[in-house]
């Protein structure tokens, strides 16, 4: 069950007992980061349900927040469905290339499959940040080079920062 809040006429917010989740207490994994989730086909908000679920019993990570989930209107390729948004952070001990291919097993595992740029999607997972450090190659870049420029992380970084 989910509280559902209309923003605008484009963007609509939903809350639930895992999204809106905040963990006081700490733990032995080293690094901070904050993972956008993002998807527009089939029923999102129960795989990102499942997803919390999966994130919670794997111990190479721990969640340490999620914010709510938004509804928002594609960008790039837009003759498609509204996509769900939100944010987790989350708390591990791999290195970030090691992070991001973790993110693409995972995404696989939720049945994503790569078409096109800004194709519809199952589950998209991205490295917003990644503790405070600065990545530039090829295959990955932190913080993330648009994340600023998008409603569907500054508003769900707005609610985990609140």
Do not use: C
């Not at 989740?21 to 989730?37: A, E, L, M, Q």
């Not at 999102?44 to 927040?65: A, G």
């Not at 290339?97 to 790569?114: C, G, P, Q, T």
């Not at 600065?134 to 970084?157: N, T």
């Amino acid at each position: 069950m989910y509280l559902k809040r209309q923003l605008s006429e484009s963007l609509t917010t939903f809350k639930g007992l895992r999204f809106g989740y905040k963990k006081i207490k700490s733990n032995s994994h080293r690094y901070s980061v904050t993972v956008g989730i993002g998807g527009n086909v089939g029923d999102v908000k129960r795989r990102f349900e499942h997803l919390f679920v999966y994130l919670k019993r794997d111990k190479r990570v721990e969640i340490r927040r999620a914010s709510l989930i938004l509804k928002n209107p594609p960008f790039g390729f837009k003759p498609q469905d509204d996509f769900f948004n939100s944010i987790i952070v989350l708390q591990t001990n791999m290195q970030p290339i090691v992070f991001l291919d973790y993110l693409m097993r995972v995404e696989k595992k939720f049945a994503r499959r790569r078409s096109f740029a800004n194709a519809p999607r199952t589950l998209d997972l991205d490295i917003i940040f990644f503790d405070n450090r600065v990545v530039d190659l090829p295959k990955l870049q932190i913080p993330h080079p648009e994340w600023f420029k998008r409603d569907s992380v500054l508003i769900p970084l707005l609610d985990i920062y609140s």
